[in-house]
Nanobody, 121 residues
Framework: QVQLVESGGGLVQPGGSLRLSCAAS????????MGWYRQAPGKQRELVVV???????DYADSVKGRFTISRDNVKNTVYLQMNSLKPEDTALYYC???????????????WGQGTQVTVSS
């Protein structure tokens, strides 16, 4: 099993910054992809950004130039630096990782419990 623990959410004023973290632990063999999704009230969950083990990234157009993803492969941790936050960034942010656990050939995706980000004055 793999556990994901997220932290760093909170309330921030428009134009402010937050940094989210997500640490993966458990019976991890390898992690290929790590990323962040978000879900606002009444809306579907959407991709924010993913980063692959080679370092390539895919950002949603709405966050390009404002958000930056990074990962620490030794700590199995992914970070999301969010700058110039807007009210429309308000959502529950979920960490997602894809990879293998020790002794299993099955590729699986795992989700964190979510951390709330609220952008409001």
């Amino acid at each position: 099993q793999v556990q994901l623990v997220e932290s760093g959410g909170g309330l921030v004023q428009p134009g402010g910054s937050l940094r989210l973290s997500c640490a993966a632990s458990g019976n991890i063999s390898s992690i290929n992809i790590m990323g962040w999704y978000r879900q606002a009230p009444g809306k579907q969950r959407e991709l924010v950004v993913v980063i692959r083990d080679g370092g390539s990234t895919d950002y949603a157009d709405s966050v390009k130039g404002r958000f930056t993803i990074s990962r620490d492969n030794v700590k199995n941790t992914v970070y999301l630096q969010m700058n110039s936050l807007k009210p429309e960034d308000t959502a529950l942010y979920y960490c997602n990782v894809g990879g293998y656990t020790t002794g299993s050939a099955r590729y699986r995706y795992y989700w964190g419990q979510g951390t709330q980000v609220t952008v409001s004055s």
